[in-house]
């Protein structure tokens, strides 16, 4: 096998590698998003049921109807099911853990992406890419070996966010927006920072779950 041949295998192992992680990062990211909606629901929810049972038991003063007291019994008792059910579930701390592994993934990520760029330019020497892609790969094992399980539910938003609505795509007017214009690609008189955002740079936050 010549020098060409092997530098187009490890870019092979790199890319299916960097495919990996790069869903892995966007399934864990939306497994996040996932429980911090159920968080909030559970909060909503609290916060509506204890103001319906103060509105009941003041109107009990006035209104002695036996449906109001079983209404107001029945909110309070659900309001208090509700605060303790996120504690239980521990859904502050799976969250925490969920974008740390997220967080995890994307620094290998950008790595891996960075090892693609030396490889296509061909001016690194082969054993120090292979030697790279292995401290990656045992970075990559490490994180597997850590990050939380997700669900079905995670994987389809990952699907849709990075294939139906380009979620990591960054166009060139984003990219030049963030830099002064001597750093810029297009015409610096041209790009003033208020271009219309695309709508896939909104991702946040939104179910049957199985426990983590």
Known sequence: MDGKAKYDVLEDCVRNAFGRVMWSHKIQEKQADILADYSLAMTLTNITLSAATSVGLFSIMFVDRFWLKLASTLASFVSTAIIWLPKELDLPDRIKTHRKAAVD?????????????????????????????SRLNESIIYINAQAPQT???????????????????????????????????????????HEEQPQHRQEHQRGDFRPI
């Open 105 to 133: 993934y994307l620094s290998v990520k950008d790595r891996l992406q960075n090892l693609l760029m030396k490889i296509r330019s061909r001016t690194v020497p082969l054993e120090r890419l292979e030697e790279e892609f």
């Open 151 to 193: 669900t079905d539910r995670a994987v389809r938003r990952a699907s849709r966010a990075l294939n139906a609505e380009n979620d990591d795509n960054i166009t060139n007017k984003e990219i030049d927006n963030g830099l002064p214009p001597s750093l810029r690609k297009g015409n610096p008189d041209e790009l003033t920072g």
